[in-house]
């Protein structure tokens, strides 16, 4: 490939990402959907803008890059966080996948190895599919987010693991030794790599940044991923797994957040390569020649993975609806299974058609996946209710509790909010009740002697059963918008007069949750700002009854300012100038080596000295106002002055630092 093909080629792939991208942005469609579509379009089997060997150096690059940004993510760390419920979900989920897919390739006449490492292959599923969907959707925090996230990231470490003993399922007598020769050395050679990643790269990343700047990690991210490529393809490893493990190896090391805030514009472009390239990776030909086998394949791929999913999740402790959303989320192929299909293809294990074929069925699967996964809310509710009135009746001993308590709190969420305002009604012997869907959160809040309730709070059953009917207040405490707006939805339908609480991040949510019943949205990125300029205010000596008024006003006006109406922004603004501009009144303690101490008021002269006035002096908590010019200060009193803020200023100077200059002699009227 010339060096013009290439830039042409780059430039139509970037440009036609561009184009597409912004297009489904305004169709509020997943940006990722636009990319599979663009390298469609763009293919050697479409338009041709981009030849068979650019599709390869391309998509080679872009899966090196987007497996390294998957391996910076797989930190031990965030293995262990995952928890143990996660980590049995991801299990059934993957073993019940393969265990679906391994009969169906040995039937079409895969050899038992070949059908394993291709159900193997299909059972992961596409994480910047979801997770980018997630994030746009600011549910990335929720509960739902945190078990497809947990599960996603466990699927990817199974195949990664899967892929460094593929070489046992080769076909042949001479490809089985490589066992002893490949997996084990690898093993080992990544175990020693980890420690040295910890104490080694942190050294490394420091002299970059002090001697050129932040800007130098992005670029010490991508040699991290290119050369961990490189090294793997020198001694015959897939190249997408030596940049992973490159990844890996840089997240066993401290400054991981840093190296991860620093390429995070970067990995929207890796995604937008990889997609692209995966797109332009599928044969047209082939696709419409064979559409219905690709439509049934694609087909029961998006229904029976989010079953087997949904099964695995709600298996282990999780309500129906938590299982269908993840399930849903879960139900594409992932960029990770198309690398261990690559090197199956590598090792003789599959041909190079059924790749191509495997390929179009993986782009089906993601394109299907990204286009279902905004609706995953709504079917996921719809189906949870069928589910709850079939099974009307028999619910689980576990989400009883005792009898609910007259006229108490029903608080939904065990996270901190919810548990720092259990403490304090605990403390405050205000009867309450906990609900959160998480089992564990529950025990230990009983652990604590708290009164608590696992079940999903969306459904009204429960509700019921924490006494709705009899509560004088709900509070809800959770980070998932959706079931928030549901919650308040139907307590307000059941009950007109309860007071209902509900807490949000984002500010856009609080017209609806005030529309749908709340009496009070607090929004926690809202208050954080109104802590941080009351802090200012108090800063500038502005006094507390003035700063508990502008805390009031702010939200008065419904969160206004922070919303972007311009008419609440005018008028606040106006009024915070207002009062930074107006006088302050401020008090300050006269210590021994004040330079006032054993003066008069008069001697003092504070007034034209500084445009300062003293309005009261307290003495032995006695206070005198309006002190006469004769009034001598003594140290230990207290001052309390009215002036502007650099007059303060200049009057704290004369009354609270002694001068440096050489010794004075005392005024007149000083007592020696």
């Not at 890059?65 to 966080?81: D, V």
């Not at 797109?279 to 989010?306: E, Q, R, Y």
């Not at 065990?414 to 025990?443: H, M, W």
Request: a neutral charge; glycine letters at 10%; hydrophobic letters at 50%.
């Amino acid at each position: 490939m010339t060096e013009t093909a290439l830039l042409q080629e780059g430039v139509a792939i970037f440009g036609i990402a561009l184009l597409v991208g912004w297009v489904f942005r305004r169709l509020k469609a997943p940006t990722i959907l636009g990319f599979l579509f663009a390298g469609l379009l763009i293919g050697p089997n479409t338009l041709g803008w981009i030849s068979e060997e650019g599709v390869a150096r391309f998509a080679e690059l872009g899966l090196v890059l987007l497996l390294f940004s998957i391996g910076i993510e797989l930190s031990a760390a965030t293995m262990f966080r995952t928890g143990s419920r996660i980590l049995l979900s991801s299990i059934g989920q993957v073993v019940g996948t393969v265990l679906l897919a391994f009969p169906v390739f040995w039937a079409i006449g895969f050899a038992p190895g070949a059908a394993l490492v291709l159900g193997a292959a299909v059972a992961p599923s596409s994480s910047p599919i979801a997770l980018k969907q997630l994030s746009d959707r600011g549910e990335a925090g929720t509960s739902i987010g945190g078990v497809l996230t947990g599960m996603q990231l466990l699927q990817d470490m199974c195949v990664i693991l899967f892929m460094v003993f593929l070489p046992l399922f080769a076909q042949g007598d001479g490809s089985r030794p490589t066992m002893s020769i490949y997996a084990i050395p690898a093993l080992v050679l990544f175990g020693a790599l980890l420690p040295v990643g910890r104490v080694v790269l942190p050294r490394i990343i420091d002299v970059f940044v002090r001697f050129g700047g932040r800007e130098l990690l992005a670029l010490f991210a991508v040699l991290m991923a290119l050369g961990g490529a490189w090294l793997a393809s020198l001694t015959g490893w897939p190249v997408a797994l030596g940049a992973c493990i490159a990844g890996l190896v840089l997240a066993s090391a401290d400054v991981r957040h840093q190296v991860l805030a620093e390429i995070t514009p970067l990995r929207d472009i890796f995604n937008a390569l990889f997609f692209v390239s995966m797109g332009m990776l599928v044969d047209t030909t082939l696709f419409i020649t064979h559409l219905h086998w690709f439509c049934l394949a694609v087909a029961a791929t998006v229904l029976l993975k989010p079953a087997v999913a949904a099964i695995s999740v709600v298996a282990t402790g999780w309500p129906s609806r938590v299982g269908i959303h993840v399930g849903i989320g879960l139900c594409t192929v992932s960029e990770v299974g198309y690398v261990l299909a690559h090197e199956a293809m590598r090792l003789g294990l599959i041909s190079g058609e059924w790749l191509d074929v495997f390929t179009t069925y993986i782009v089906g699967t993601m394109m299907v996946g990204a286009a279902a996964f905004p609706a995953a809310g709504t079917i996921s509710r719809v189906l949870s209710a069928r589910i709850r009135r079939a099974a009307e009746g028999t619910e689980p001993s576990d989400t009883r509790a005792d009898e609910a308590p007259q006229g108490h709190v029903i608080l939904v969420g065990c996270g901190q909010n919810g548990e720092t305002l259990a403490r304090v009604l605990k403390s405050t012997r205000i009867p309450f009740l906990l609900i959160d869907i998480n089992p564990s959160r529950i025990r230990q809040a009983q652990t604590d002697h708290m009164p608590g309730l696992v079940g999903d709070a969306t459904r009204m059953s429960i509700l019921e059963h924490a006494g709705l009917a009899e509560a004088r207040a709900l509070v809800v405490a959770i980070n998932d918008p959706e079931s928030t707006r549901r919650i308040v939805a139907q307590a307000r339908s059941r009950r007109a007069d309860l007071y209902i609480i509900a807490r949000t991040r984002a500010v856009q949510e609080i017209d609806r949750l005030t529309t749908l019943g709340a009496n009070l949205v607090v929004s926690t990125n809202f208050e954080a700002s109104i802590e941080i300029f009351a802090r200012v205010l108090r800063e500038f000596g502005i006094p507390g009854n003035i700063v508990e008024a502008q805390i009031a006003s702010a939200r008065a006006k419904g969160y206004g300012l922070l919303r972007g109406e311009q008419g609440g922004r005018i008028a606040y603004m106006d009024e915070l100038l207002k009062v930074l501009q107006t006088t302050v009144i401020q008090s300050i303690f006269l210590a021994e080596a004040s330079p006032a101490a054993r003066q008069t008021i008069a001697a003092l002269n504070l007034r034209a000295r500084t445009g300062v006035t003293i309005i009261a002096v307290v003495r032995d908590g006695k206070p005198t106002t309006n002190p006469p010019a004769a009034f001598r200060l003594e140290s230990g009193d207290v001052l309390v002055l009215v002036g502007a803020h650099a007059e303060l200023d200049e009057a704290r100077k004369l009354l609270e630092v002694a001068p440096a200059t050489e010794e004075q002699a005392p005024p007149d009227d000083v007592v020696p």
